[in-house]
């Protein structure tokens, strides 16, 4: 009896966790000028959009203690940044191309999405 | 154009500073705004760009007694620099109290152990007491990043850490608690403190490593950075004055002594000196420079003394310009990353779930004590897991490779460049000024009559003085160094295409080419074979003639640089096709390319024609770099899959070239391409790894060996595992510092 429970609490725990991480919804904010974006396990917001050929200000602020988010890597435009805690850094972008740029933290486990339109 | 600029104040303490610092700058002309936060000790201020430079803003910040940190960059750069000593001395004390009680606790219930061990430690709640601040105070930071992080729907290593050791503690805690009920069951009381708390320890020891390690793949922007001169002599108002480099501008006359570092960018006013510009630009041998020369900043003053006048400050200088390309190279993205990118951002999931179809099938499959093989075994698996590795195996290896590069005057725009540049099977140079000096120069002069060669070259010259051909300021250059006199030409008259003609002491002489002297019907003779030679070596030739008869030849040719052939050969010995393109005639194009053993030459290709030519090549399927000075040549260098432009005078930001060769060394091609493989073997290698290492390890952890050869893998040797991961990929990328590539 113990055996049918564990199995069937393990598939939902399965189910759960696929529809928890992976199936999750991006709420997207529309940028015009600037946009704080808070580092604290992850990025808010994480989808932002810009409108192309603009130059548009990401304020990071990290709040994560973490090494892992101590660097915000924007791969598609050529920017690795250090983030002290705590503080604003703020990333100046003018993307000519539109499309759909993900960024990450340094070791690449946190994303945020940038679409250009 | 108006300027928001915050900077930190430094000797503020009370509320009546804030006031006073906001009033002296609020009265610098040209301030619109200008706001002091005591808080946080910092000044924001609006202003006009066009009046209102940085001395402004610090002059009038230390006229009331305070200092103005202006200079943002270092500071974040010593901030950083704070902030990460800090935390390694954190974690090192998390480290040394978790490493320690989890010593205990294995003392006191490891098997082979527990016999030496004294009685205290054996007991289970002397042992959850010893294990709790490891949990959760050394662990903290895994707690925090879990919560920050499921608020996102994101997970990541620390939530694998996190629920693998609250696991194994939370069931060793109730153990403790609760042994009778434990044995109720069926089951032997036998409480993991040990792997709780050793894997935190293990893994912190890991981050500790591997933040050290990490600090070093961007030692060389802090290199560069470190090289920047602190102060510079300046002479105002004829005083010399120590200023700091901040407060050098455009126009200062700057003197170097002996032995001094060049502050900024700027040309030679009075004096000479030889001087090492190795640390910037990779230049091995030291240059002379006298007046008029470009010196840049940061390199080293050897021998003499002199004064320039600074042409570049601040942003502008050469190295600052270089800062800013390594750092931008060193955030781009290499293509091979993104299949690391995709798995990773899949990863930590598909690895909760296996943890928990793990803790399933052994439940249910598992013989006796099924639970604890269930509970061990999905630990295992949760702390295994290693997605750092995979995240860290392509940006640390491209920051050691672009900031190698840097180091040897090569400088790579972006990681793609850099991972193309390793594909590379043909390499087209442009001709003029890349692999010749682009400077035609006086070869051989040849006299048929009484003059000497002196005597002619100082006639070619008089005549040649009012013409404005490259050719021409070949020879009047030459008659000039040897310090000949010049007579003055009368009735100068350009024949274009052809050469000149004018009058020179009474006597009417012609000078140009073979055409020319047809046309005048003047008899070569004899000549024809000696010009022959000559145009078949590459060689121009110009012929004189004087009242109607050939006195003589002057050839003039372009001279090839001394690192051309070295650099060829380097790139032939790694199979590398060579290819030439010019404007020049087939016969100059042939004899330049033999000499320099090319076998295919574009010859007679106008400026406009060169993009074609490359886009001929690479549809023979060929991967392509061009090579060329990046001005005359850029719309031939876009279209390659490789632009390669030589560097030119302080100027590295070359629009068009992917590589820029600022050491101006054409063996450096070859060395860009070495250093291309060796990055990309690097990558390969590490991804190699850490790819492996999880598909691997994974089902190990899950157990699939088990039924074969009753192997499982201890949740503790997995957490070493897991450390030394991600310290060898980093370290794997390290050691490409050491590797050879000149």
């Known amino acids: 009896m113990d055996k049918i429970i564990v199995t069937i609490i393990g598939f939902l725990g399965i189910a759960f966790t696929y529809w928890f991480f992976l199936m999750k919804k991006d709420k997207e904010v529309a940028v015009t000028d600037s946009i704080d974006i808070v580092v604290d396990g992850g990025y808010s917001p994480e989808v932002i959009s810009i409108p192309k050929d603009k130059t548009i200000k990401l304020n990071f602020i990290r709040k994560d203690p973490s090494g892992c988010l101590e660097e915000v890597v924007l791969g598609d435009f050529s920017v690795r940044k250090y983030l002290p805690l705590n503080k604003k850094v703020t990333i100046e972008l003018t993307p000519h191309q539109s499309g759909e740029f993900i960024y990450s933290c340094g070791m690449g486990m946190f994303h945020g999405k940038i679409l250009v339109r | ?742």
């Open chain 2, 1 to 742: 154009m108006e300027i928001k600029k915050t900077f930190s104040i430094k000797g503020m303490h009370c509320a009546s500073c804030v006031n006073l610092l906001e009033d002296a700058l609020g009265k610098v002309d040209g301030v619109l705004q200008a706001n002091v936060n005591l808080a946080t000790t910092k000044a924001t201020v609006v202003y006009d760009s066009e009046k209102v430079t940085d001395k402004h803003l610090e002059s009038a910040v230390s006229s009331v007694g305070y200092q103005a940190m202006v200079s943002e960059e270092l500071k974040s750069e010593d901030e950083e620099k704070k902030e990460k000593q800090k935390e390694l001395d954190d974690l090192r004390v998390r480290v040394g109290v978790s490493l320690f009680l989890g010593a205990l606790i294995l003392w006191g219930s490891f098997p082979g152990l527990i016999k030496t061990s004294p009685l205290v430690l054996q007991n289970f709640l002397v042992q959850l007491l010893l294990a709790t601040p490891v949990q959760f105070w050394a662990g903290w930071s895994f707690y925090r990043a879990t919560v920050s992080a499921l608020r996102h729907q994101t997970a990541n290593m620390d939530t694998l850490v996190v629920i693998g050791t609250t696991v194994a503690y939370g069931y060793s805690a109730f153990i403790a608690v609760f042994p009778n009920v434990v044995m109720g069951i069926g089951i032997e009381p036998m409480p993991y403190f040990d792997v709780a708390t050793i894997i935190i320890g293990l893994i912190l020891l890991g981050r500790y490593f591997e933040a050290k390690a990490k600090a070093g793949t961007s030692e060389a922007i802090k290199k560069l950075i470190g090289l920047q001169a602190k102060t510079a002599r300046v002479i105002r108002d004829g005083k010399e004055i120590d200023l700091p480099i901040s407060e050098v501008e455009i126009g200062d006359s700057i003197r170097v002594r002996p032995g001094e570092k060049i502050p900024v960018d700027g040309t030679i006013i009075e004096g000479e000196s030889s001087i090492d510009e190795s640390m910037v630009t990779g230049e091995s041998i030291p240059t002379d420079k006298t007046k008029g020369d470009v010196v840049v900043g940061a390199t080293m003053n050897k021998a003499g003394s002199f004064i320039f006048r600074a042409t570049k400050v601040g942003q502008e200088t050469m190295l600052a310009q270089i800062i800013k390309l390594v750092q931008e190279a060193q955030g781009s993205k290499a293509p091979i990353q993104r299949l690391a990118d995709l798995v990773s951002s899949y990863f930590v999931p598909v690895v909760l779930m296996l943890a928990i179809l793990t803790f399933v099938v052994w439940y249910v499959f598992g013989s006796n004590q099924a639970l604890t093989y269930a509970i061990l075994n999905m630990v295992a698996v949760l702390i295994i897991a290693c997605p750092c590795a995979m995240g860290l195996a392509t940006p640390t290896a491209i920051m050691v490779g672009t900031g190698k590069g840097a180091e040897h005057g090569i400088l790579i725009k972006d990681a793609e460049s850099l991972e193309t540049a390793h594909k590379i099977n043909t390499i087209i140079f442009d001709k003029t000024g890349t692999l010749t000096k682009g400077k035609p120069e006086v070869t051989d002069i040849v006299s048929f009559g009484s003059m000497s060669k002196d005597e002619l070259l100082s006639l070619a010259g008089s005549i040649e003085k009012g013409s404005e051909h490259s050719l021409a300021e070949a020879i009047v250059k030459a008659a000039e160094e040897k310090e000949l006199a010049l007579s003055k030409a009368e009735g100068f008259k350009a024949i274009p295409g052809h050469g000149v003609e004018a009058t020179v002491d009474g006597k009417r002489v012609v000078f140009g080419n073979k055409r020319l002297m047809d046309k005048e019907g003047i008899d070569m003779g004899g000549a024809r074979n000696e010009i022959d030679t000559m145009e078949d070596g590459g060689k121009t030739v110009m012929m004189i003639s004087m009242e109607g008869r050939l006195v003589g030849l002057i050839a003039v040719a372009d001279i090839i640089k001394e690192s051309a052939r070295e650099g060829l050969v380097a790139l032939q010995k790694l199979g590398i096709e060579v290819a030439m393109i010019t404007g020049d005639n087939e016969r100059t194009a042939n004899a330049i390319g033999r000499s320099l053993g090319i076998t295919r030459i574009l010859a007679e290709v106008l400026p406009d024609q060169k993009e074609a030519e490359v886009r001929k090549i690479q549809a023979e399927g060929k991967v392509v770099a061009m090579v060329g000075d990046g001005i005359n040549d850029a719309p031939a260098l876009a279209p390659a899959n490789v632009g390669i432009a030589m560097g030119s005078g302080t100027d590295v930001a070359i629009e068009a070239a992917d590589i820029t060769l600022i050491n101006k060394d054409l063996k450096s091609v070859a060395v860009a391409i070495v250093l291309s493989k060796k990055t990309m073997r690097t990558i390969r290698l590490n991804l190699f790894w850490a790819f492996g290492y999880n598909i691997v390890l994974i089902p190990v952890a899950m157990g699939v060996l088990y039924p074969f050869f009753g192997i499982l893998l201890n949740p503790i040797f997995a957490s070493v595992a897991m450390a030394t991961s991600s310290i060898s990929v980093v370290a794997n990328s390290l050691l490409l510092k050491r590797k050879k590539i000149v």
